[in-house]
């Protein structure tokens, strides 16, 4: 506090930094009434975390199902102090928890809790990214053959790519539909899963892909040129699943990379 | 009106003259808008705000402020609304609706926010007085001037939440009559109700909390009478968005607030439920 009279940037920071948890006494002292302020600062804070943890709880429904709700309460809690929101956007709040799970020592041992969390963040982007626009096929027309490979393109923001090396893809399906028969009879050394997250009409798809197809389809999302996707995969099949991505509209728009002219051959989809 | 009432609405062209929905559920892509957009092309809607921050010292979040343009010009609502309080610092929201002290710098901020939105939009918005908890000892300005003054500086109108009002006024020992003389009847653009709840604190006091999860109390009521008389037939909404009731009873409150309209006018307008 640099003034005897608090600003009203000085009293927000404040009242901040009480609400996430680090108690400030500041804003104890600019309040004025006769009830105890420790009191009126609580409901405030109670409110916030509420509607951070509802927030949280919605995003990610199958880890709360699969930890329980005082255990999912209690892991956010920590979460919220440590990666706050940046926006009053909050469909998308929660980019972070994956990765807190992964180091959150509690949960250690349900291994696969920070995929199924990395797939809820999939199926979030898939319910409430942006509509955008979608590259048409015929926007690539323009493009000179001998370009065809430098061309580079950017992810829809509803689609995502997710790896696991469990079957998260089946945990997340048995535990929203509260089927303890179907998840007791996961197997967790059945294999890896490549995942495919989209928006459709009215519904969300998980489609598993086979290893040659990911690889292709993680070299494109991961905006490698057309010609280096088409070497990762190194499959005659190739050009036909660019098409089947054009057609799905897993594309946003397209850039032609600067790199050197690649000697790799490569057509787009006739 | 909230997701669950989507389907609802679409099925029985609900027999409501318009409903209001938070903004904030509504940024994103996907079926949320879409079923907004057709419920839309049957009934008026109004887009509430409580993200946007007018009251925060820092500016206003560009990116949100342009998502809520973009839902605008899809929607194209009949009234837009947002609160005279705070919600982010220091980059972070906060999801709550904090108070602002009551100074002239704070009005200040406020103004200059409303003026930036407005011009945003190309429209008028409305700004809506909240339930206060807690008050700061470098207040200077009573809510109620506070309220006509950044209506009579930005041209905006005011949702006057009457619930609110009580609630306020039950904790802070201010008179809610004299909160309703104090506002300009030219700038109610949009009238609240909602239930509230009521806490014991350590001290034995009670607080007044604005929850949404309840029926209007008959106090309150009384309250939304008195603004009635003074406002004249303004649109009305019940705020009920915690435990949120089948839509057959939101649409029950909203028809007692029809009656006290048609009583307090010829009835030329309609009160319908969130």
Redesign the interface.
């Known amino acids: 506090m640099g003034s005897v009279?608090?600003?009203?940037?000085e009293?927000?920071?404040a009242?901040?930094r009480d609400?996430?948890g680090n108690c400030d006494e500041t804003v104890v002292a600019?309040?004025?009434?006769t009830?105890?302020?420790v009191?009126?600062?609580s409901?405030?804070r109670n409110?916030?975390r509420t509607?951070?943890t509802n927030?949280l709880r919605l995003n990610f429904p199958a880890v709360q199902r699969l930890v329980g709700e005082d255990f999912f309460t209690a892991a956010v809690d920590t979460f919220i102090t440590r990666e706050?929101?940046?926006?009053?956007?909050?469909?998308?709040y929660g980019e972070g928890f994956p990765e807190f799970l992964l180091g959150f020592e509690p949960v250690v041992a349900l291994i696969y809790l920070p995929d199924v969390a990395r797939l809820e963040r999939a199926v979030g982007r898939?319910?409430?990214?942006?509509?955008?626009k979608s590259l048409e096929y015929s926007e690539l027309l323009d493009i000179e053959p001998s370009d065809h490979g430098r061309v580079c393109f950017t992810p829809h923001p509803?689609v995502s790519l997710v790896f696991s090396p469990y079957p998260v893809d089946a945990i997340w399906r048995a535990v929203l539909a509260r089927n303890d028969e179907a998840l007791a009879a996961i197997d967790l050394s059945s294999g890896a899963v490549r995942l495919l997250v989209e928006?459709r009409v009215?519904e969300i798809e998980i489609t598993r892909m086979d290893v040659r197809r990911w690889k292709f389809a993680e070299a494109l999302f991961a905006g490698r040129s057309l010609s280096a996707a088409l070497a990762v995969a190194d499959d005659p099949d190739a050009t036909a699943w660019l098409a089947e991505h054009l057609a799905a509209g897993h594309f946003q728009e397209f850039t032609l990379s600067d790199a050197e002219r690649p000697s790799f051959a490569a057509e787009l989809p006739q | 009106m909230r997701f669950q009432h989507h389907q609802a609405a679409l099925d029985t062209r609900a027999d409501v003259a318009w409903m209001e929905v938070h903004t904030e559920n509504y940024m994103g892509g996907g079926s949320p808008i879409r079923n907004l957009e057709a419920i839309r092309r049957d009934i008026p809607i109004s887009l509430h705000g409580v993200g946007l921050s007018l009251g925060s010292a820092e500016g206003l979040d560009q990116a949100h402020l342009d998502r809520i343009r973009q839902i605008a010009e899809h929607i194209e609502p009949d009234l837009m609304s947002e609160h005279i309080a705070w919600s982010v610092s220091g980059g972070t929201y906060l999801a709550d609706l904090l108070p602002l002290p009551m100074t002239e710098e704070a009005l200040a901020v406020v103004c200059r926010h409303a003026d930036q939105v407005q011009s945003t939009l190309r429209r008028k918005i409305l700004v809506e007085n909240p339930s206060t908890y807690m008050q700061f000892r470098q207040s200077t300005i009573p809510e109620w001037e506070f309220m006509a003054a950044v209506a009579a500086r930005t041209g905006c109108g005011i949702l006057c939440d009457v619930n609110n009002i009580y609630v306020s006024a039950k904790n802070h020992g201010w008179d809610p009559l004299a909160y309703l003389a104090a506002l300009p009847p030219d700038a109610i653009g949009e009238i609240h109700l909602a239930g509230h709840s009521a806490r014991q604190l350590a001290d034995g006091a009670t607080l007044r909390i604005d929850d949404h999860g309840s029926r209007v109390i008959g106090e309150v009521w009384l309250l939304y009478e008195a603004a009635l008389r003074r406002f004249g037939p303004v649109p009305t909404l019940i705020e009920w968005d915690q435990n949120v009731p089948p839509l057959d009873v939101l649409i029950d409150e909203a028809r007692h607030a029809d009656a006290l309209i048609d009583v307090a006018s010829d009835g030329v307008c309609r009160a319908d439920a969130a």
């Open positions: 009279v608090p600003m009203l940037l009293i927000q920071t009242i901040r609400i996430l600019t309040l004025s009434d009830l105890a302020p009191d009126r600062l409901i405030y409110t916030s509607a951070l927030a706050p929101p940046q926006t009053a956007w909050l469909d998308l898939a319910l409430h990214a942006s509509d955008g509803s928006r009215g």
